[in-house]
Every structure is written in structure tokens, then in C-alpha cells.
């Protein structure tokens, strides 16, 4: 046979390896989970907490804390990015429950208490339960909904399925698929990734008004990425700019406590459009000059 048979063949078998190894070692590449024990307590300065476990009906438990505002105005339901546990996560509470919002916050499953084989269809399945229970003792009209980063995607798909009084994208990707393309351009994810987390499909069943808020600089998950969200519902979508912020920077800037102040404290104004210009269009007709 010739060399070039061989080379071939060599090429094709490496390929077909690194596609196995990618499709059985992605969840250890995507999420990085920290696992707590179960009699860990939890411990926040000047924040009340009251922790949950809730078993699924494949006997897994998924564990969650629940902060506490004085006279709540309504809750938020924060889901948390693609690491760690919410011992850690539960700090950003406070640019919550400062402006009278309870915060209810879960680890997926194998991270911090939770348990469970983790698979998309369960964790969407464990938050659907997980939402209808909160809405026995809360109106969808004060839920707000906030996903942060992987959390977006899992937000989005929940928003689309209920009525939420707002959701909020904290910088978001347009699904996960593509995020894994921009590093792996030559593999079939389209067959190997198990979390596929299509946003950009879940946004367009979105009722609800939707905020998105990203940095310039992020490098992980482009800033372009949100302008293309954006467009999918622009009536009822607003894109907020962090000028300069990152992926995991955001709460250090001072603009995104503005604009998380604005968009959950001020009510949603109509705007009277009559009298303005919003039918004027600019001539593209070129005027000949006289002599």
C-alpha cells in the first residue's frame, strides 16, 4: 500500500480517538464542580439564609439557599456559572437583597450538596421543579429571573417556558455548541457535545423583557455574542455595555451596579412616540448642483 494510505489511516484514527475522548471527557472540561459535605454549614456576614434540599424523581438532591430581604419586593432566582459551589457564589447575593429582593440561589448537580447524574435534560428538569415550587409562595410577576454565563442558557430555557417578570443574561453565549467551535473548529460537535445549550433557540420563545448585560473585553465569551441576542427580540430586549469588563469581573465595575440598580428598581415606562421622529427618514437622493 502506498505511504499516503497509511498516513491517512494514521490521521483518521487520531481524529476518531480525540472524538471519543472529547465526548466522555467534556463534562470534566466544562464544569468544574466543588463538592461540599453534607454537614457543611453555610455562613454569609448580615445575610439571612435558609437552606433547602429538594429530592427529584430520580432520588437526586439538589441543595439551595435562599437569602433573605426585609419586606421582600419579590425573589430572584440567580443561577451561577460553570464552577465552584454556591458557598462561594452566594457573596453576590447582596447586589440583590440590598434593594429588598430575596435570593434564591442552587448547585447543579454533583456540585456542592447536590447530587445526581448531570445531563441537560435533568438540570433543566430539576430548575422547572425548583421554579414551581417557588411559585407556590411567589407571583411569576415578582420572579425575576438572572443567569450568569452558563446559567444564561439554563435561565433563558426557564424563561421561555413560564412568565417571569423580567430576565436578566449576565454575560451570555449564544449557545455552547459555538463557544466549543471557536476552540475545537475541526470536531463534529454537533454529535459529540452532550450540552449543546442553545440560548439563541430558547430566546425566541422569551415573553418577558430581557436585559443582557456584558463586558467589552471578554475573552472567553465575545461581547458580539450578546449584540447577536440582542437582535433576536429587540422589542424586548436591552443590550447594557460594560465598557472594559470581562468574563468574571463585571461586579468590580461601578457602571454594572448602576445598571443592575436601573433595571431592577425602575419600572417600565411607555414611551409616547407621537410627535417624534421616528418616521423621519434621512434623503439618500443626491441633489444636483445648478451652475
Not at 449564544?174 to 430566546?203: C, G, H, Q
Request: aromatic share 12%; net charge positive.
Amino acid at each position: 500500500m502506498p505511504s499516503w494510505f497509511y498516513i491517512l489511516f494514521l490521521v483518521l484514527g487520531i481524529y476518531l480517538i480525540i472524538s471519543v475522548l472529547l465526548y466522555f471527557l467534556q463534562d470534566y472540561l466544562m464544569f468544574k464542580p466543588e463538592k461540599l459535605p453534607k454537614d457543611f454549614q453555610f455562613h454569609y456576614e448580615n445575610q439571612e439564609t435558609e437552606e433547602y434540599n429538594i429530592e427529584t424523581r430520580d432520588g437526586a438532591i439538589i441543595n439551595g439557599l435562599r437569602f433573605k430581604a426585609k419586606n421582600p419586593k419579590g425573589l430572584v432566582f440567580y443561577l451561577k456559572g460553570n464552577s465552584k459551589s454556591i458557598r462561594g457564589w452566594g457573596k453576590f447575593a447582596v447586589d440583590f437583597t440590598r434593594h429588598g429582593y430575596d435570593v434564591l440561589m442552587v448547585d447543579y448537580r454533583g456540585f456542592g450538596k447536590s447530587t445526581g447524574r448531570r445531563t441537560q435534560k435533568a438540570i433543566k428538569r430539576d430548575l422547572q421543579v425548583i421554579y414551581n415550587k417557588v411559585k407556590e409562595n411567589v407571583h411569576e410577576k415578582y420572579i425575576i429571573l438572572y443567569g450568569r454565563s452558563l446559567g444564561s442558557g439554563f435561565a433563558t430555557k426557564l424563561a421561555s417556558m413560564n412568565n417571569p417578570r423580567m430576565l436578566i443574561l449576565d454575560a451570555p453565549y449564544y449557545s455552547l455548541s459555538k463557544v466549543a467551535k471557536r476552540y475545537l473548529p475541526f470536531m463534529p460537535l454537533s454529535l459529540l457535545i452532550k450540552f449543546p445549550m442553545p440560548t439563541n433557540k430558547w430566546l425566541k420563545y422569551v415573553k418577558c423583557p430581557i436585559h443582557i448585560i456584558h463586558g467589552t473585553d471578554d475573552k472567553l465569551i465575545p461581547y458580539k455574542t450578546s449584540v447577536k441576542l440582542s437582535k433576536i427580540q429587540p422589542k424586548l430586549t436591552t443590550l447594557h455595555t460594560i465598557i472594559g469588563g470581562g468574563h468574571k469581573n463585571l461586579n468590580t465595575f461601578e457602571s454594572y451596579h448602576k445598571i443592575l440598580t436601573d433595571i431592577i428598581t425602575t419600572r417600565p415606562k411607555e414611551v409616547n412616540l407621537e410627535g417624534s421622529s421616528i418616521n423621519v427618514r434621512h434623503s439618500t437622493k443626491k441633489i444636483n448642483a445648478q451652475t
